[in-house]
């Protein structure tokens, strides 16, 4: 087993800390600038479903 000094560790560890907060940054900012694509998206799927389901219950009536 390879054994590191304190300060190697401390070091590796910050770097990765770093790396962490900056693509965390990064999705957010992405997700601020695709959000309303998203939120069309959102209703657009919701209404077809909702859709489907009127005709499918209109369709469906009066059978077993």
Same mark, same amino acid.
Not at 21 to 43: D, E, G, Y
């Given at each position: 087993? =390879?054994? &590191?000094?304190?300060?190697? &560790?401390?070091? =590796?560890?910050?770097?990765?800390?770093?790396?962490?907060?900056?693509?965390?940054?990064?999705?957010?900012?992405?997700?601020?600038?695709?959000?309303?694509?998203?939120?069309?998206?959102?209703?657009?799927?919701?209404?077809?479903?909702?859709?489907? @389901?009127?005709?499918?219950?209109? @369709?469906?009536?009066?059978?077993?």
């Amino acid at each position: 087993m =390879e054994h &590191r000094s304190l300060l190697s &560790r401390i070091l =590796e560890t910050a770097a990765l800390l770093a790396l962490s907060a900056f693509l965390i940054r990064l999705a957010a900012c992405f997700l601020c600038s695709v959000w309303p694509v998203l939120v069309i998206l959102a209703v657009i799927a919701l209404a077809a479903i909702v859709l489907y @389901r009127i005709w499918k219950h209109k @369709r469906d009536i009066g059978k077993w």
